[in-house]
């Protein structure tokens, strides 16, 4: 499998992370966009999209969620699915039937590209998303083509800044505690490339990883996301809203 899952599209938009996109897609020039996440301004997205990766030479074209979603989806060369809203994203994708096709797609090496919801939902589910469930999705389970979870957007709390505050840390404990699985956090202007069985920290942020029993590890650029000591969990399947 091949993913570059970045933690957010930036300003201007892609700018911190299009030579690393353009790198990653070497010799494919053509990238389905998907816009799926977006709540509101899906076009407009599209067309910022567009323009930021035919600066590296790329040409997006813009692969809605419709009744062709799913042809379009098993020819793709590469897909690249934006931010947005992470439950909306993954209910509209399983509602299309694309779901089960771009997991096989992604599987079978299609190179894969997300940002902020679109990494999200590589995960094997999307709980740790920083959404909320606007649209009441009853199902979580996702794309599933790394064994960890991932919360984007990731920022460490400063206790002295609001002492006595709940911290983006402390939910991705009470995730650990209800599922048995660990959690890549990433940090703004970072991204987690993964190539077959080697995922890497690239970009100019870092990760943390959560793991169940361990300490957090911080993880710098052209860090390696360990795979020893990681526990092997069933996907777990979540019902109702959360």
């Known amino acids: 499998?091949?993913?570059l899952l970045i933690?957010?599209?930036g300003a201007p938009f892609l700018e911190h992370c299009k030579a690393q996109i353009d790198g990653f897609l070497g010799s494919v020039r053509t990238v389905g966009y998907i816009t799926a996440a977006r709540l509101d301004d899906a076009e407009a997205r599209f067309r910022t999209a567009s323009n930021a990766l035919a600066s590296v030479g790329l040409i997006a074209e813009h692969m809605e969620v419709d009744d062709h979603i799913v042809d379009r989806l098993r020819t793709a060369r590469s897909v690249f699915i934006g931010g947005g809203n992470t439950y909306a994203l993954l209910s509209r994708l399983r509602s299309s039937r694309a779901l089960d096709v771009l997991?096989?797609?992604?599987?079978?090496?299609?190179?894969?590209i997300g940002t902020s919801a679109g990494s999200n939902v590589a995960g094997p589910t999307i709980l740790?998303?920083?959404?909320?469930?606007?649209?009441?999705?009853q199902h979580f389970d996702a794309i599933g083509a790394v064994h960890w979870n991932i919360n984007p957007h990731y920022k460490e709390s400063d206790p002295l800044m609001a002492a006595g505050s709940e911290t983006r840390d402390q939910r991705i404990r009470e995730f650990m505690l209800m599922n048995d699985r660990p959690v890549l956090a990433i940090e703004e202007s970072a991204a987690v490339r993964v190539e077959g069985e080697t995922a890497t920290i690239v970009g100019t942020g870092r990760a943390k990883l959560f793991r169940p029993g361990h300490a957090p590890v911080w993880l710098q650029p052209g860090d390696l996301v360990p795979t020893d000591g990681v526990p092997a969990a069933p996907l777990i399947t979540t019902q109702g809203p959360h």
Do not use: A, F, K, Q
Request: hydrophobic fraction near 25%; glycine fraction near 8%; avoid cysteine.
């Open 128 to 137: 740790t998303t920083n959404d909320w469930n606007v649209v009441g999705t």
């Open 103 to 112: 997991r096989e797609r992604v599987r079978d090496g299609m190179p894969y």
């Open 7 to 9: 933690s957010n599209s």
């Open 1 to 3: 499998m091949r993913l």
